[in-house]
């Protein structure tokens, strides 16, 4: 392999590193589209990361390989956790409750439902 490939692959373990940063920040400050953005950052980090790691054995791949991993598995969380909330939603026994539940927690910070759904819709 030539120089300048070698070091074009040291890159890629540098950009595995922002890209894993750049979708935790995602997932922890937008929400809810930052789920959507954080597990494509990290599964781009950890392309980024193996391919590096293929093709040049001295780049330096663990940080974004973890980052990216931690991202990966902290989005899917994230979304499973929401599909459970909507499809609970949708049940005509549960839902309800869930309902009277949720506009009772944001009562006692001075919310109401309404106004929630349209902080959320933005």
Not at 56 to 71: F, K, M, S, T, V
């Amino acid at each position: 392999m030539n120089d300048n490939a070698s070091k074009i692959y040291l890159k890629f373990g540098k950009y595995s590193t922002w890209l894993a940063i750049i979708g935790m920040i995602f997932y922890l400050t937008f929400f809810p589209s930052g789920i959507y953005y954080g597990f494509f950052c990290g599964v781009m980090a950890i392309a980024f990361a193996v391919t590096a790691r293929m093709n040049n054995p001295e780049a330096r791949i663990g940080a974004g390989l973890a980052i990216g991993i931690i991202d990966v598995i902290l989005s899917a969380i994230a979304y499973y956790g929401l599909y459970l909330i909507y499809s609970m939603l949708l049940d005509p026994v549960a839902g309800p409750r869930l309902t009277s539940l949720i506009s009772d927690m944001l009562s006692q910070y001075g919310m109401s439902l309404e106004m929630f759904s349209q902080l959320m819709a933005y």
